[in-house]
C-alpha cells in the first residue's frame, strides 16, 4: 500500500521532510548549463537535486505546472526526473492539482499512475471542487494500482481564505471537504494504520490542521508552507498526532528553502553547490526531525 | 480582446455552439488508424473533427485529460490540434481545469498561453479553490496578451452538489465564487461589452445559470453539459442574455454528441464518417441556434 511505504520511508529517514523541485530557469546555477537552453539546465539540475535529496529525504514532490511551460520536453524531462527518484527508493507526490470529472478525471489518473507514457508516480494531487465524482476516478485507480491520492482541502497561500474559510452552516468549507473524505479514507488505509487518500494541509495555518486532524484522523498530510512560505517546523507538524515514535502522520514539503538556499546559485563549483544544497536539505531534515521529537 | 473574438466567432456562425474533443480511442473509427497505435489515431481523428468543427462552429474545446495519459506525444498531439484549430479560424479554449498558486499559477499560464512550446491556446479553464490569488496570475497574464480566463462556477457533473451548492452565509458556495470573479470582469471586458473571464456553468442547472447571470451580467459563459449528459438546448442557454440579436453571452459545448454520433464508429468510409459528424455537428449548430432565437 502507498500509506505503508510512505510512512516506512518517513521512518527509515527519521525525518517527514519532502524535498519539493519548483524549477525556476533563472534560479538555476549557471554550472548546470547555458540558461539560454532551459529546459536542458531544468534537467541536470533536477537530476543532481534528487540525487541529494535521496540522502536525507523520503519523499519527493515534482511541480508539473512549472515544467509545463516547455511543452512535451518539459513533460519528458518531468518523467525522467520521477523515475530518477523511484530508482533512488523515492516516493514520488506529483503535484499536479487535477480535477475533472468522470473519463477525465480517469484520463488524469492514467496519466498520473500508469506506467510509461504515464508517469507512474506513487501519488498526486487533486483538487475537490468539482465533488465526489471528481475525486472517485483517482481514488478507484489508486486502490488498484496501490498508489495514494492527496486532496487539497486547506492550502498554504492568503487566498486560501476566500473560499476555503467560507462558514458553510457552522463549519468552513475546508472541513465539509473533509468530510467528505472522511467516509472514503478506509479505502487506502494500509498496515500502519494510515490512510493513503492524502489530504493537503497548510503549515501556515496550524490551527486548522490540528482541527482537520479531528475530522480525518488516519489521514496522511501533505504540508505546504513550510520554510520559504514562512512556517516554522512546530507549525508544520502541528496536525501530526502524537504516538511512541513521536510526531507522526504525513510529510512536511520544502521547495526553495533546500533547493535555491543562499549562495546556492554563485556555487564556484559543482561540489561547492552539492555541499550547500546538502548542508540546506540535512538542515531541514533535523529541524522537522526535532519537531517531532518535542 | 478575446471576449470580442469569441462573441464574433459566435455571431459569425450563428450559433454558440463549441465543438468538444474527447479523444477517446476505443471509440475512434478504425479509418483513422490502428488502435493499437492509439496517439497516431488521435492525432488523425482530432484534424479531422477540426476541420469539419470549422464549418459549423466558431469554437473549439479540446480535454487536455485525455491527451496527458500519452505523455509527451499527447501533449504534442494537442498543440498540433489546437494551432490546426486556430489556424482554420476557431478560438480555443483549452479545458486543462488548472489551478495553483503564485509563480506555478504563472506557469500553467505560461503553458496554455504564451507560444510554442506552449498552447498559445485563447483561453483555459481554472479551478477556483484556492482562492482570488491562484485566479491572478491567470488574470494578468491575459490581460497582457489578450486571452480569456474560463473559471469553474457550478460544474455539469452530479457530484458538483458535494462543495458548489453548500450553504456560505445564505449563499450557495458557487455564488461566492461568483462574487469573487465579480470584482475582476471588467479586467478583460472587450467592446462587445461581454468580459473574457467566463464562467463555467453546466447546462443541467439552468436555475443556477440564470442566478449566475445575475452575479455575473457581463461573463461570458462556457456551458458543459449538453448533449451527450443530458441538458436540452433550451437549458444550456438559459443563462443568457436576452438582446437584439437573439439569446447571446457564451457557448455551449457538445463533445461526444457531435464528434463520435451513432453510426460513426463503423462508418464505411471516410466521406461516410464526414457525412455523419457534419449532421451531427449541424444539427447541434442549428438546435442551439433555434433555442438563441426562441
Known amino acids: 500500500m502507498f500509506a505503508d511505504r510512505l510512512i516506512e520511508a518517513v521512518r527509515a529517514k527519521q525525518t517527514p521532510l519532502c524535498v519539493g523541485l519548483d524549477p525556476f530557469a533563472e534560479k538555476i546555477p549557471a554550472l548546470f548549463g547555458d540558461a539560454r537552453e532551459e529546459i536542458a539546465a531544468i534537467e541536470r539540475f533536477g537530476e543532481a537535486v534528487v540525487?541529494?535529496?535521496?540522502?536525507?529525504?523520503?519523499?519527493?514532490?515534482?511541480?508539473?505546472?512549472?515544467?509545463?511551460?516547455?511543452?512535451p520536453d518539459g513533460v519528458r524531462v518531468a518523467q525522467e526526473i520521477v523515475s530518477e527518484a523511484r530508482a533512488l527508493g523515492m516516493v514520488v507526490i506529483l503535484d499536479a492539482k487535477r480535477g475533472d470529472i468522470g473519463t477525465t478525471a480517469e484520463g488524469y489518473a492514467r496519466a498520473s499512475f500508469g506506467q510509461a507514457p504515464g508517469f507512474d508516480a506513487d501519488c498526486v494531487t487533486v483538487n475537490p471542487y468539482l465533488g465526489a465524482d471528481s475525486i472517485e476516478p483517482f481514488l478507484a485507480r489508486a486502490e488498484r494500482d496501490a498508489k495514494g491520492v492527496a486532496v487539497l482541502v486547506r492550502t498554504s497561500n492568503p487566498g486560501a481564505r476566500d473560499l476555503q474559510d467560507l462558514d458553510c452552516s457552522g463549519a468552513p468549507l475546508w472541513r465539509r471537504t473533509a468530510e467528505m473524505l472522511a467516509a472514503q479514507t478506509g479505502r487506502l488505509k494500509g498496515r500502519s494504520g494510515w490512510s493513503g487518500l492524502m489530504a493537503v494541509a497548510g503549515a501556515t495555518y496550524p490551527e486548522e490542521a490540528r482541527a482537520l486532524r479531528q475530522t480525518l484522523p488516519d489521514a496522511l498530510f501533505l504540508v505546504p508552507g513550510y520554510g520559504a512560505q514562512g512556517a516554522?517546523?512546530?507549525?508544520?507538524?502541528?496536525?501530526?498526532?502524537?504516538?511512541?515514535?513521536?510526531?507522526?502522520?504525513?510529510?512536511?514539503?520544502?521547495?526553495?528553502?533546500?533547493?535555491?538556499?543562499?549562495?546556492?546559485?554563485?556555487?564556484?563549483?559543482?561540489?561547492?553547490?552539492?555541499e550547500i544544497v546538502s548542508t540546506a536539505m540535512a538542515g531541514a531534515a533535523a529541524e522537522l526531525r526535532a519537531a517531532c521529537n518535542a
Open 51 to 71: 540525487s541529494l535529496a535521496a540522502q536525507h529525504a523520503g519523499v519527493f514532490k515534482p511541480q508539473l505546472g512549472l515544467f509545463e511551460p516547455y511543452g
Open 232 to 274: 516554522s517546523a512546530a507549525d508544520a507538524v502541528a496536525g501530526f498526532t502524537m504516538t511512541p515514535r513521536g510526531r507522526e502522520g504525513g510529510v512536511v514539503n520544502s521547495s526553495r528553502g533546500v533547493t535555491y538556499p543562499q549562495g546556492a546559485q554563485h556555487a564556484a563549483t559543482l561540489d561547492a553547490w552539492r
